[in-house]
């Protein structure tokens, strides 16, 4: 009567060990996922303010759209 054992990968502690490595895995995807969705949320709220600002600016100055047109050109000296 030979006795054979199950390989190390049926046994119920590597299924566990494995099991729970692929729950962390999945956590770090998700967290890194979530964290540069974040980033990229906060990058464009801080380029709407600076627009905000200066649509702001042009409209409560008399003569800001002039200055603004004036200054966005670039001549050659």
Not at 8 to 13: A, D, G, V
Not at 29 to 57: P, R
Not at 69 to 75: G, K
Request: net charge negative; hydrophobic share 45%.
């Amino acid at each position: 009567s030979a006795q054979t054992e199950a390989p190390f990968y049926e046994e119920w502690w590597f299924l566990l060990v494995m099991a729970l490595s692929s729950l962390i895995l999945i956590l770090l995807v998700v967290f890194a996922l979530v964290l540069h969705g974040q980033s990229k949320k906060y990058k464009n709220c801080s380029t709407g303010k600076t627009i905000s600002n200066v649509e702001e600016s042009v409209t409560l100055d008399n003569g800001g759209f002039t200055a603004l047109e004036l200054n966005s050109r670039h001549l050659n000296i």
